[in-house]
């Protein structure tokens, strides 16, 4: 698991690393341009590419011009691009700069015209705090346009560290090389397009520079599939979770199997399938290992409920029941009786809406999975206002209702009541199919089952789904990929 951090974290780890532990700026600086230059060099490893360095009057100007001193002492044809005010320079840029001139690098305020292998961007850091304009904008736009490998130091230039949003104008970045955490706005949307391949480094910034800062945002990596509780031998069915789903509706099997199959294939030991009559063959088909539960018109849905809930360890609601007075009351049910984790998606999502107070009364732990306009029906937002700030949004509702909140986008982020969330990275374009979402549901659920904490279930159920997907991806590529390609992946994944 990674600390995410947002820029005024940023700036207190980096006052703490030069006061509580006395650390130089000057030394933080060329560690930094020494961990950037070590990316061009892998790249470019004949010191004959040209390098265009394009610098502030801030520290992230000082950091590129002591990388324009490094590249040059190594051979490499460079030229600064100071377009700034050099009476505005921070101390140590000013010295990073008399630094380059000493050494005889040629500097020019407007951009060459000459033609260059790599531009890096050092205009702006994370410290950037309103829209780009003038004379910088002008600068940007030209490197934008310029054929040319671009990598950003710490951060693109008009890029917000906190959201991922763009300040006016933005440097688009091929890789960027940041330093000590990777930020916010370098993995949400638009920031992670503008960021390009993102490299952490290590300057002498680490947890230590913490020093009682808490940071919130986490992302968790393939390492953090330790927290799966190990199978033992001496263990049946029963021990692995007995996962409830209430799914389909009127021949509408599709969202109950995928989410069945989901389930099983992340380790849980039973499913049972509540659903429609009318779906009865399609799931003893598609997945014969389900136990399977029907309901017709004439069945008492509360009674029916209460008992099947008495069975489960882990419950799934909502994923194809329709919206009908009959799925209302299903709904209703459910929540109300749950004693056990109960997660609730798509159409159950789209019920609640209609009905926040069962929310509130719901009696076993709540997790829900909603998408842009589920969560906009949810939360009276806009799908614009929800995207301009996934984080406060997901935070903001788990922490009123008490409940885990997956908000799915490219990015998914997962808000524990206790204001931890969790940023996905894993996944691509190919798992925007029909059923995905149901295969996540399968997977949280199958989590929840296990007795893993509703939170950690379904931020490693996140992870879990997007390596899946990007496993699908290396066996039947993005486009053609399809639920049940993201299933299998699931047995890679977990093998």
Not at 423 to 428: E, W
Not at 470 to 478: F, I, L, N, S
């Amino acid at each position: 698991m990674k600390y995410i951090l947002n820029s005024s974290q940023m700036q207190q780890c980096d006052a703490n690393t030069m006061g509580k532990f006395q650390m130089l700026s000057a030394v933080l600086m060329e560690r930094a341009a020494m961990a950037a230059v070590s990316e061009i060099e892998k790249r470019y490893p004949e010191p004959t590419a040209r390098v265009l360095l394009v610098c502030g009057t801030g520290n992230n100007g000082g950091d590129g011009l002591a990388m324009a001193r490094l590249l040059f002492l190594k051979g490499y044809p460079v030229q600064i691009l100071f377009p700034g005010n050099e009476e505005k320079c921070s101390v140590e840029a000013a010295r990073q700069l008399a630094i380059a001139r000493a050494y005889g690098i040629s500097v020019c305020t407007r951009f060459p015209e000459e033609e260059y292998d790599i531009i890096v961007d050092a205009l702006f850091g994370i410290g950037l705090s309103r829209e780009i304009s003038g004379i910088y904008r002008t600068v940007i736009e030209q490197m934008n346009a310029a054929e040319a490998w671009k990598l950003a130091v710490d951060i693109a230039s008009g890029v917000s560290a906190d959201d991922g949003s763009v300040m006016g104008i933005a440097f688009r970045a091929d890789a960027t090389v940041t330093f000590g955490f990777a930020k916010i706005g370098q993995l949400l949307y638009p920031g992670a397009d503008l960021t390009g391949v993102l490299s952490v480094k290590d300057i002498g910034i680490d947890t230590h520079s913490l020093s009682g800062i808490e940071p919130e945002v986490r992302v968790l990596e393939k390492a953090d599939l330790v927290c799966l509780p190990e199978r033992r031998n001496d263990s049946n069915k029963g021990t692995y979770g007995k996962i409830l789903i209430f799914a389909g509706s009127y021949n509408m099997a599709g969202a109950a199997a995928f989410s069945a199959k989901a389930a099983y294939r992340t380790g849980a030991g039973l499913v049972r399938v509540v659903t429609d009559d009318s779906n009865r063959e399609i799931i003893q088909n598609l997945v014969p290992e389900a136990i399977l539960t029907t309901y017709d018109d004439r069945t008492d849905l509360r009674a029916m409920a209460k008992e099947q809930l008495s069975w489960a360890d882990a419950v799934i609601l909502g994923p194809g029941i329709g919206r009908s007075p009959r799925a209302e009351e299903l709904t209703e049910s459910v929540l109300l009786e749950s004693k056990v984790p109960c997660l609730v998606d798509a159409d159950g999502l789209n019920i609640l809406s209609e009905h926040m107070d069962w929310m509130i009364g719901c009696s076993g732990i709540l997790v829900v999975t909603p998408h842009l306009g589920e969560m906009s029906r949810l939360s009276g937002m806009t799908i614009g206002e929800i995207k301009k700030d996934l984080i406060r949004v997901a935070r903001d509702f788990s922490d009123r209702y008490d409940i885990v909140t997956v908000l799915k986008d490219a990015r998914t982020v997962t808000a524990a009541p206790d204001g931890r969330v969790f940023i996905n990275v894993t996944g691509n374009h190919g798992m925007a199919t029909a059923g995905s979402g149901d295969v996540l549901t399968g997977i949280i659920g199958a989590l929840l089952g296990r007795r893993i904490p509703p939170d950690q279930a379904a931020s490693l159920g996140v992870m879990i789904h997007g390596m899946a997907g990007d496993a699908a991806a290396e066996t039947v590529g993005k486009t053609p990929m399809t639920a049940s390609d993201i299933i299998n992946g699931i047995t890679k994944v977990l093998k």
